[in-house]
């Protein structure tokens, strides 16, 4: 069982930066595959950026490259996730998810999530 609890979310105005936090609890965190996630109001939750199992490989969305780092710290058993140059657009309810096989980008095949942190980017 894995617990993961996110933090670092805020409101921010449009260009900012924040740094989400995800820690994780409970069984060894490095053998996870790590992926965040946000759903706006009104919207799917979607894809933002993962880390593989191995931590060699990362992926994001189109609409968050160049913008959004995904890091992690397996000594502190959190992942982050770093969100410069912040638009509007990326309000959202952000969660990170711990995948224990090859869930890649698809939802369902991620085994625990968060309780997700609100992020809010005025104009």
């Known amino acids: 069982q894995v617990q993961l609890v996110e933090s670092g979310g805020g409101l921010v105005q449009a260009g900012g930066s924040l740094r989400l936090s995800c820690a994780a609890l409970?069984?060894?965190?490095?053998?996870?595959?790590m992926g965040w996630f946000r759903q706006a109001p009104g919207k799917e939750r979607e894809f933002v950026a993962r880390f593989s199992r191995s931590g060699s490989a990362t992926d994001y969305a189109d609409s968050v490259k160049g913008r959004f780092t995904i890091s992690r710290d397996n000594a502190k058993n959190t992942v982050y996730l770093q969100m410069n140059s912040l638009k509007p657009e990326d309000t959202a309810v952000y969660y990170c998810a711990a995948d224990s096989g090859l869930a890649g980008r698809v939802q369902r095949r991620y085994d625990y999530w968060g309780q997700g942190t609100q992020v809010t980017v005025s104009s």
């Open positions: 409970g069984r060894t965190f490095s053998t996870y595959g």
